[in-house]
């Protein structure tokens, strides 16, 4: 969130998100802090799992949770219980009584206990009702959510009518393809459909683009954005200096991030130490509307420091001091919202930014 608002008060965040309930948990097109009003678009996702929620998996995948569901369906009955009982809980909160041998799944070894927390989270039948520290706090949904919230049971096609154009509207101009990326990820049974009912009621309209890098493709714009395109020509617009997260929608689609800003980004926290190319956490470096570059940080906590291992500049990377003390601004202001006293960087800088970054 850092990357996008700059520097905020995490308090206010935990307000929100705990005790004015005007946010919540859920995982969206990926693990997510969502609005409380939209429960009913996430609710229909809850109401479809794991058909609807694991589509973009195939079939295999949706068959193999309904197993493992069915075949557990004593401890979904014991974690359920527990939580009326006692909640709300840490996952370890549970395992004295259920304590069995973690099972690998996905990327983590879990216990059946944190396995089932996960597809009960899917369902809507527990929320994330707090954090102590990194751990997930568990309670019942119907306890957590707040009296006002809205349990419309909206169809198919009102959820779509309503994701593609939010999609839309986060990617300025997209194609059918680089929708789909978006708020309901992978989630779209009806997408061709739902941009020509649209189109034909004025929501978005066909876009030809006859200059750029995007190529030939039919594109939409959502109707609102339109009086936009005119303040594109403007000097309103100050370009700065952002670091962004690895995580940032801009690289959720990098077929799309490769097109439109000829940037190649992949994120290497899976990548085998020596075949990394860049670094675990690397940050890219946006500078207006171009990618200049990426910062490599580590944060060493016990020592309060922002350990600044490289910095790597694009080959077309614009030169100067003023790049640079951007650059060194935009990275101090990381490491003073991190907690740290002071940002250290190592000789591995590019030597046209080597100015205000040493």
């Known amino acids: 969130m850092w990357n996008r608002l700059g520097d905020f ?68 009955d014991y974690v359920l219980t527990e939580l009326k009982r006692r909640g709300p809980l840490l996952s370890r909160q549970f395992e004295d009584r259920t304590r069995t041998k973690n099972r690998g799944f996905g990327w983590s070894s879990w216990s059946d206990v944190s396995r089932m927390l996960f597809h009960l989270f899917f369902k809507g039948e527990v929320m994330v009702a707090g954090r102590q520290g990194k751990q997930k706090l568990w309670d019942l949904s119907e306890r957590f959510l707040p009296s ?21 509207r986060a990617l300025g101009i997209g194609t059918e ?23 034909a009621e004025s ?22 954005d339109i009086p936009l395109l ?35 980004y992949t ?4 990548t085998p130490r020596s075949k990394r190319k860049y670094g675990y956490y690397v940050l890219p470096i946006l500078y207006g509307d171009e990618f200049i570059g990426r910062v490599d940080p580590l944060m060493d906590r016990k020592n309060e420091k922002l350990l600044i291992k490289a910095v790597y500049a694009e080959p077309h990377a614009p030169k ?3 790049v640079s003390r951007e650059i060194r601004d935009s990275v101090e202001q990381l490491s ?19 100015s205000y970054l040493h």
């Open 9 to 76: 008060n995490t308090s206010d965040l935990d307000r929100l998100l705990w005790s004015e309930k005007k946010l919540f948990e859920y995982w969206a097109h990926q693990a997510s802090i969502v609005l409380m009003e939209d429960y009913p678009l996430y609710y229909y996702l809850m109401r479809g799992y794991p058909d609807v929620f694991l589509k973009s998996l195939g079939p295999v995948w949706q068959l193999r949770v309904k197993k493992w569901l069915s075949k557990n369906s004593d401890l979904r």
């Open 148 to 168: 006002w919230v809205s349990k419309k049971e909206l169809s198919e096609q009102e959820i779509e009518y309503e994701a593609v154009q939010r999609s839309l």
């Open 177 to 199: 393809s680089e929708s789909s990326w978006h708020f309901l990820r992978g989630r779209y049974r009806n997408l061709k459909e739902t941009l020509k009912q649209l189109e």
């Open 203 to 224: 929501k978005i309209q066909a876009v030809d683009i006859t200059d750029g890098p995007v190529g030939k493709g039919q594109r939409y714009i959502h109707s609102q």
């Open 230 to 264: 005119g303040d594109l020509d403007s000097d309103t617009w100050e370009p700065r200096v952002l670091l962004l997260s690895p995580f940032d929608n801009l690289f959720c689609d990098r077929a799309r991030t490769k097109l439109v800003f000829n940037f190649d």
């Open 267 to 270: 994120i290497e926290i899976y």
């Open 320 to 322: 100067g001091k003023d």
């Open 336 to 354: 003073e919202f991190l907690g740290a006293k002071d940002a250290v960087y190592s000789r591995k800088v590019p030597k046209l930014w080597q």
